[in-house]
């Protein structure tokens, strides 16, 4: 099944209705664009995928 296309504008003014937010109009390019490149980071990590034994660490060390 296809998924359909991430929409930034979509998600931020459903985020906001959700927070109850009221946003500037002049902020709403820069969200937008803060929301596309966390969902192209994200992706990065998602096409990825893991095997179903992996675990996870037990505890970060440097």
Do not use: C, V
């Amino acid at each position: 099944m296809n998924k359909p296309p991430f929409d930034a504008g979509a998600h931020m003014m459903a985020a906001a209705g959700m927070l109850g937010l009221e946003l500037d109009d002049s902020w709403k390019p820069g969200i937008q664009d803060n929301l596309q490149r966390s969902w192209q980071i994200a992706q990065s990590f998602l096409s990825h995928p893991l095997p179903d034994e992996t675990e996870p660490a037990s505890r970060f060390e440097p």
